[in-house]
C-alpha cells in the first residue's frame, strides 16, 4: 500500500485504524488501552510506520514487548510492510527542507547501509534527528557509556580512534558476547569522528547488510557500483563480522575492500562476538588480518559497573527506585549489560504504572524469568577441570599448574577448550583459573583442541565423551 504525499489526516487516521484493528487482536485488551490508547501515526506520507507515544517509558515498553505484533499489524492491517519505529510525540524525526527523503541507500532486505555525511558538526537537535534517521542511536556516545574495570582498555582504544589518537590501530576489533556495549562503543566512535569531520564519509553497518549488499549487486551486475561505495569510505565500521564466516564469495568480497581500506590507511573498526581465531570457517587470511591491528575485549560488567549501569539509566530515564532494589538488581543480573537494562525496564515501568511500593520480593517475581535464565546451567570451569581431571587420570592441582608434560598439558587444553566452549567466561577469566595464564594461552589451546577433533578419533570421542558428562 502507498501513501500520497498529499495524504490528508483522514487518510492517516484510517490507516492507524486499520493498524488498530489488528493490534488489539494480537494482545491484550489491558495491554492495548495501557500502551498503544494515545499512540498516533507519524508523518505516514513521508516515513511509513513511524508511532508516536505519549512518553520514554510507552516507548521503551513498546520497543521491548511488542514490535513483532506492531510489524504484522502494519502489513495485516494497512498493507504496509515495514520496521516499524516508536517515538516520543514531540521528539519526531521530520524531514528537512531540501533533503532527500531517502537519506541512506537501502539494502535488499530494506535495511539502510547506513552511508553516514552529515552536514552539521554540532551535536544539537538537528545532527541527532539526523544520526536518527541514519539508524544511529544518539544515545550510544561515549558521554552515556559507563566505563569499568571489564571495559577500560576498550573504552580507551575507541577513545584513541574516535580523537584520532589511535592510527596505529588499524584495524580495531572489538569482541565480546552479546549486550556489553561493542554496538555502543562503535556508535561512540562514529558520532565523535562526524563531528570531528562533518563532512567525512563514514560507512556504518552489519555484515549480515553487507553480505546482502553484495548478493544484490552480483545479482544486478553492479559490483563496481558496490566497490565504489565501500573502498572509499574515510572510515568503515561494521558490526558482528562473525556473520559472514562460511560465505566463501562475500568473505573474498570484504577481504579486498579490506585490503584497499587498509592500504590506503582508512580506519577500519569492526566488532565480534567472539575472537576472530575462533570463528569457524572464516578465511584465515580474513583472521590474519583483524589480528594485525589492535584486538580488545569487552567482559560482563563488575557489581559496582552494574549499579553504576542502572543509576545512568535511571537518571536518563526520570526514574526513582530505592537503594536497596537498584542493588538487588545488579546482584540478580550478571551477564550483560543489554538484560541488566531489560531488567531495569520491568522494575521501573511496574512502578511507574503501580501505586504499591516496590520490594526485592516484588523484583523477584517480575525478574523471575531472566533470574532463572541467569542461573539454568551455569557451569563453572572447577566443575570442568575436576571431570577433565577425572577423565584422564590427573590430579586437579595440575590444572593450574605450570608443568608441561604432554600428560597433563593436553588435558589441560581439552579443560581450557570446554571452558570457552560450555561457559560464559571470558579468555581472561579462563585464563586466570588456569594459573594466571593469559589469554593468548587459552586461544591457542582451543585452537589445538578443535583442530585435534577434526583430525583425531580418538580426541573427538573423549570430548563428546566430556561434554555428555558436564551437560548431565
Known sequence: ???????????????????????????????????????????PEETPGVVGVQSDMHQIWIETNYMDELRAAFAEGAGIHCSPQVVVKGQELPVE???????????????????????????????????????????????????GDNSQFAHAACSAVAYEEG???????????????????MSAVAQQLLLSDPKAKIVFLTAEHFANEFIEAVRKGSLETFRKAYRHADVLLIDDIQFVAGKERTQDEFFHTFNALLNSQTQVILTCD??????????????????????????????????????????????????NIVVHIANSIKSNVRRLEGALTRVASYSFL???????????????????????????????????????????????????PASIAFPRQVAMYL?????????????????????????????????????EVEVKGAVEKLVGQLDR
Open 167 to 185: 592510527r596505529s590501530f588499524n584495524p580495531l576489533f572489538i569482541h565480546g558476547k552479546a549486550g556489553l556495549g561493542k554496538t555502543h562503543l
Open 354 to 404: 503501580s501505586s504499591e511500593p516496590m520490594s526485592v520480593q516484588k523484583v523477584d517475581e517480575l525478574l523471575g524469568d531472566l533470574v532463572r535464565d541467569e542461573n539454568t546451567n551455569q557451569l563453572t570451569i572447577e566443575q570442568i577441570q575436576k571431570t577433565v581431571a577425572d577423565y584422564y587420570g590427573i590430579h586437579l592441582g595440575d590444572m593450574r599448574s605450570r608443568r608441561r
Open 1 to 43: 500500500m502507498s501513501i500520497s504525499k498529499g495524504g490528508d489526516d483522514h487518510q492517516k487516521s484510517t490507516i492507524w485504524e486499520s493498524v488498530k484493528a489488528k493490534l488489539s487482536g494480537y494482545i491484550s485488551d489491558d495491554a492495548f488501552a495501557r500502551w498503544f490508547k494515545n499512540a498516533e501515526l507519524v508523518n
Open 274 to 323: 567472539r575472537p576472530a581465531p575462533e570463528i569457524q570457517t572464516l578465511d584465515p587470511r580474513l583472521v590474519s588480518r583483524f589480528e594485525s591491528g589492535l584486538t580488545v575485549e569487552l567482559q560482563p560488567p563488575g557489581f559496582e559497573t552494574r549499579v553504576a549501569i542502572l543509576r545512568r539509566k535511571m537518571e536518563q530515564w526520570k526514574v526513582e527506585l530505592e537503594n
Open 97 to 147: 527542507e531540501g533533503e532527500p527523503k531517502q537519506a541512506a541507500r537501502m539494502s535488499r532486505a530494506g535495511e539502510p547501509v547506513k552511508v553516514v555525511t552529515p552536514e552539521s558538526a554540532g551535536k544539537g537537535a538537528a545532527f541527532e534527528r539526523r544520526l536518527k534517521r541514519l539508524g544511529i542511536n544518539p544515545e550510544l556516545d561515549f558521554e552515556s557509556f559507563v566505563v
Open 419 to 455: 571452558s570457552r566452549k560450555l561457559t560464559k567466561f571470558s579468555l581472561v577469566e579462563i585464563g586466570d583459573a588456569f594459573g594466571k595464564r593469559d589469554h593468548g594461552t587459552v586461544i591457542h589451546a582451543c585452537k589445538k583442541v578443535k583442530g585435534d577433533i577434526e583430525t
